[in-house]
């Protein structure tokens, strides 16, 4: 089994930045890629970077693209998730996920293993 661990939210301002931790245990050799994703109250999980294990490939969803940069350490087992110019539509609590597929997934239900999340609020 793999266990995910989201750490780094909290409360900021508009305008500042975090950075997300996802730390994994278990069967890491099972995940080829991580992936963000973060939901809001009242709406659907939503993709946000992903990165491959292997090459550290990464993609963005358009609406984060030039604020957030993931990358990885793979000795660490851990993936992280670089957020700038925050703004209040970035609340939301976000969630890493792991698959064991290399190719390119953004949907939730193609990532095998999840988080418990991590709270991310956004004042204006």
């Known amino acids: 089994q793999v266990q995910l661990v989201e750490s780094g939210g909290g409360l900021v301002q508009a305008g500042g930045s975090l950075r997300l931790s996802c730390a994994a245990s278990?069967?890491?050799?099972?995940?080829?890629?991580v992936g963000w994703f973060r939901q809001a109250p009242g709406k659907e999980r939503e993709f946000v970077a992903t990165?491959?294990?292997?090459?550290?490939?990464?993609y963005y969803a358009d609406s984060v693209k030039g604020r957030f940069t993931i990358s990885r350490d793979n000795a660490k087992n851990t993936v992280y998730l670089q957020i700038n110019s925050l703004k209040p539509e970035d609340t939301a609590v976000y969630y890493c996920?792991?698959?064991?597929?290399?190719?390119?997934?953004?949907?939730?239900?193609?990532?095998?293993?999840w988080g418990q999340g991590t709270q991310v609020t956004v004042s204006s």
């Open positions: 996920a792991g698959s064991p597929s290399w190719p390119l997934q953004l949907r939730p239900q193609d990532y095998a293993y």
């Open positions: 990165i491959t294990k292997s090459g550290g490939i990464a």
């Open positions: 278990g069967r890491t050799f099972s995940i080829e890629r």
